[in-house]
């Protein structure tokens, strides 16, 4: 019982991060930022070294905005479980690292993939599709943001035009 209770909290931070990562930040950053679509959708992902070697330190700033939908719960579900908190934080940074493998020869295991499929879960293959092409694939971790992020992005395009 405490596990599960552990383990829902850890789910609930993910849950709740990816929803405000990606309609708060990931999106709207799209339609109207600058540089996570130059620095994260970049070979080199880093906005540490973007913001060192072009001497930009407002580059830190979406960096940090991409972490802070997850830290924001923190306090809140750190009071209900502070063990589930920080595995839910080490899952989400978990996940960032195994998302963004982008080499040539990387391929998901295939029972990871229908895993991945049963519980609507990023692969790294798709999240490899958004930074290929920023109208595809939204939800950093959950696939099921997708649909709704895509919507989002439409309507936001249409009122940045509006007011242009
Ligand atoms: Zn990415
Ligand atoms: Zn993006």
Known sequence: MELLHTLGISLLLLLLGDFIATFIYHVPEHVFGR???????SPNRSFVSYAW?????????????????YLIWVPLLGWMSPLGTVIGLL?????????HQFAPGYQTPQSLKVLCRWFYITTPERHQLHHRNANLAFGDVFTFYGKPAQY????LRQLKRQWA
């Open 35 to 41: 540089y996570h679509s130059i620095v994260h959708h």
């Open 152 to 155: 989002w992005l439409t309507l």
């Open 91 to 99: 899952l989400a940074e978990l996940h960032v690292i195994w998302r």
């Open 53 to 69: 070697r072009k001497n930009c330190p407002q580059a830190l700033l979406p960096g940090f905005l991409g972490a802070l939908p």
